[in-house]
């Protein structure tokens, strides 16, 4: 995203003109609430209350005051056209925006942020929607169209099932498909991104795919989701060890081989299919040791001679032939009829 902002004003000086026309407590109090001085923390109602022995009813009724005065005063009107940039830069963002991306893409700098976001609070033109469980902090500056990109997420998240992962590209096809009526000029990646964050209950894991923020698939926790996204990426059967490297690289977590095995053998999403080579259960690959292996592929087949039962096991098994057929050998899970096909005992 671009951070390079270019505004045709300087945000702390604007403040400064507006604060001027209110008085030294109410300016005291705006200050203090939207973090507009030195410090750039922002104080709570009781804390400004307890510093002028006042409720903190009162501090909410002396903040109000001061807002609506400023939007009163000459020097709100001589504002209007930074407010009216601002307005524009918004709608060029895509209309509606979380409030940490649009802070973010304003300013890196946490003072300068807190100076824009008095300018949000303090402008008629922008709307502020409180975080909920479906949505971020956010601010827009059209109403229809926030409806419309709110309604085209849930259904997205509606379509995505619980453990769903999807390449940004296809989420962003689909997302289209359902936007496909609004104006074209939002219709690019930079923009849908910033409309897809607005979400709390869509999210990307750190490979870069998509899934419903609830999944371990996207909300990775420990070294058993961080392998299965591991395994799962890299689409064939893995060894641990690469598999704990893998993790450290694309998760900047330290995986221990030896904990990473030892959580590979407890989780039923993978399956050891080799010498310490692991795949995932999704991928069809049957469970259990070499024996049971040839146990399920004769349960499925019916009897089987030497060399399909050969060529069946080793589709499940990276193990060399020997190792098959030592198993089979063995009289007390298997014997071989007069056909030299081998039922299970």
């Given at each position: 995203?671009?951070?390079?902002?270019?505004?045709?004003?300087?945000?702390?000086?604007?403040?400064?003109?507006?604060?001027?026309?209110?008085s030294k407590r109410g300016q005291d109090v705006l200050i203090s609430r939207y973090g507009l001085g030195s410090k750039t923390g922002k104080l709570t109602?009781?804390?400004?209350?307890?510093?002028?022995?006042?409720?903190?009813?009162r501090v909410r009724q002396i903040e109000n005051h001061s807002l609506i005065s400023i939007?009163?005063?000459?020097?709100?009107?001589?504002?209007?056209?930074?407010?009216?940039?601002?307005?524009?830069?918004?709608?060029?963002?895509?209309?509606?925006?979380?409030e940490k991306d649009l802070l973010n893409y304003l300013s890196k700098d946490v003072s300068t942020q807190n100076h824009f976001h008095?300018?949000?609070?303090?402008?008629?033109?922008?709307?502020?929607?409180k975080e909920d469980e479906e949505f971020k902090h956010h601010w827009h500056v059209d109403a229809e169209l926030s409806d419309k990109i709110k309604g085209a997420l849930r259904k997205l998240y509606s379509k995505l099932s619980d453990d769903e992962l999807v390449l940004e590209g296809d989420l962003i096809d689909s997302f289209l498909e359902e936007i496909k009526d609004l104006n074209d000029k939002y219709k690019n990646e930079e923009v849908i991104k910033r409309w897809l964050s607005l979400s709390h209950k869509i999210g990307k894991n750190p490979l870069g795919e998509w899934g419903r923020s609830s999944s371990s698939n996207v909300n990775a926790k420990g070294v058993r989701d961080f392998a299965f996204l591991v395994i799962r990426k890299h689409g064939s059967p893995i060894h641990f060890k690469e598999v704990a490297k893998a993790i450290t690289q694309?998760?900047?977590?330290?995986?221990?081989?030896?904990?990473?095995h030892n959580e590979l053998i407890k989780d039923p999403r993978f399956v050891l299919v080799g010498r310490g080579l692991y795949a995932l259960s999704e991928w069809g690959y049957m469970s259990g040791v070499v024996k049971d292996v040839i146990h399920k592929i004769i349960e499925k087949e019916g009897p089987l001679n030497k060399e399909k039962i050969l060529e069946?096991?080793?589709?499940?098994?990276?193990?060399?032939?020997?190792?098959?057929l030592v198993n089979l050998q063995n009289p007390k899970y298997f014997k071989k009829d007069r056909d030299n096909r081998y039922h299970n005992v």
């Open positions: 995203m671009n951070n390079k902002v270019t505004l045709s004003f300087k945000p702390k000086e604007v403040t400064k003109r507006l604060l001027a026309v209110i109602l009781d804390t400004i209350g307890k510093k002028y022995d006042i409720t903190r009813e939007r009163k005063s000459k020097a709100y009107k001589d504002a209007e056209p930074i407010f009216a940039e601002l307005k524009n830069l918004i709608s060029n963002l895509g209309g509606i925006i979380s008095f300018f949000l609070v303090l402008g008629e033109g922008f709307k502020h929607e694309y998760f900047d977590r330290k995986a221990h081989v030896a904990t990473t069946k096991a080793l589709k499940e098994r990276y193990v060399k032939e020997n190792t098959i």
